[in-house]
């Protein structure tokens, strides 16, 4: 795994069960204890339901603010209105590789470029971009990133998230049990170092065996063809943009002609 995404540490991967819980793991262990009220969480418009809903709940659980940087006219991601929405105070970047909705490719290492400048960290959603292009989490840059294994012909719910030490060291962990303790009395615990403190309980072994065999043959196979992925990306531009065309001359609309 660490090959095939080009990790820097395998110790810096942490398997969990799936993208969704794995972007909650960065929710509830370094967005909720780190940030304060005047903290934003930027998103991106073409964001999926995984990546919005954890920052929303943080948001409104302690009065953050959950900000949204819109698409433009080619249902890619309006990177001025970004520019300008990406503040100091922003604290957390998140957003998908590649869109499921449009199939639309984000500018990821230009995301993260912007946002470190600001001082913001960032969280990316594979989910869709691991199994159809060659990802380099090396070369992104981003402080966390999660590869999920159901899209890519895996068992369901096996998965591995990719962060740096300055955000996963730190936090604490958001399960307990198991080799996530090194020491503990009835007074003290001593968590265990990254990953193991993410990885409560039993790990999902049998996911982790078939993750493995999913990237064996996915490394042999032609689904990272960057013309397969254009193609995708293209129908999906053709579909939001009827899409739009339908609401803006349904009657009641801003774009339609008022009925006599």
């Given at each position: 795994m660490r090959r095939f995404?080009?990790?820097k540490q395998p110790a810096r991967s942490v398997f969990v069960r799936g993208t969704t819980e794995g972007i909650?793991?960065?929710?509830?262990?370094?967005?909720?204890?780190?940030?304060?009220?005047?903290?934003?969480i930027l998103i991106t418009e073409p964001s999926i339901?995984?990546?919005?809903?954890?920052?929303?709940?943080?948001?409104?659980?302690?009065?953050r603010k959950l900000v949204v940087a819109p698409i433009d006219d080619t249902v890619g991601l309006d990177m001025?209105?970004?520019?300008?929405?990406?503040t100091p105070r922003t604290k957390l970047v998140a957003c998908p590789h590649i869109a499921n909705s449009t199939g639309t490719l984000l500018p990821v290492e230009a995301i993260t470029r912007l946002a470190h400048a600001k001082g913001a960290k960032v969280l990316i959603d594979g989910a869709q971009a691991a199994p159809r292009m060659v990802v380099d989490v090396q070369r992104s840059a981003a402080t966390s990133m999660r590869s999920p294994a159901t899209r890519a012909t895996a068992p369901s719910a096996s998965?591995?998230?990719?962060?740096?030490?300055?955000?996963?060291?730190?936090c604490r962990p958001g399960r307990g049990g198991g080799d996530m303790i090194l020491t503990v009395t009835f007074d003290t615990t001593t968590y265990n170092e990254v990953?193991?403190?993410?990885?409560?309980?039993?790990?999902?072994?049998?996911?982790?065996?078939g993750?493995?065999?999913?990237?064996?043959?996915?490394?042999?196979?032609?689904?990272?063809?960057?013309?397969?992925?254009?193609?995708?990306?293209?129908?999906?531009?053709?579909?939001?943009?009827?899409?739009?065309a339908c609401a803006s001359s349904a009657?009641?609309?801003?774009?339609?002609?008022?009925?006599?």
């Open positions: 995404v080009n990790a909650n793991l960065v929710a509830n262990t370094w967005v909720r204890p780190s940030f304060g009220p005047g903290d934003e339901i995984p990546t919005s809903c954890p920052g929303r709940c943080c948001a409104t659980a302690s009065a001025a209105a970004f520019e300008r929405l990406l998965e591995r998230s990719t962060a740096s030490a300055s955000c996963s060291t730190p990953p193991h403190k993410f990885e409560a309980g039993t790990p999902d072994i049998s996911g982790a065996i993750l493995g065999m999913a990237v064996d043959y996915l490394e042999g196979s032609a689904s990272t063809d960057p013309g397969a992925r254009e193609a995708l990306s293209g129908y999906g531009a053709i579909c939001s943009r009827r899409c739009r009657p009641g609309s801003a774009g339609s002609a008022s009925s006599p």
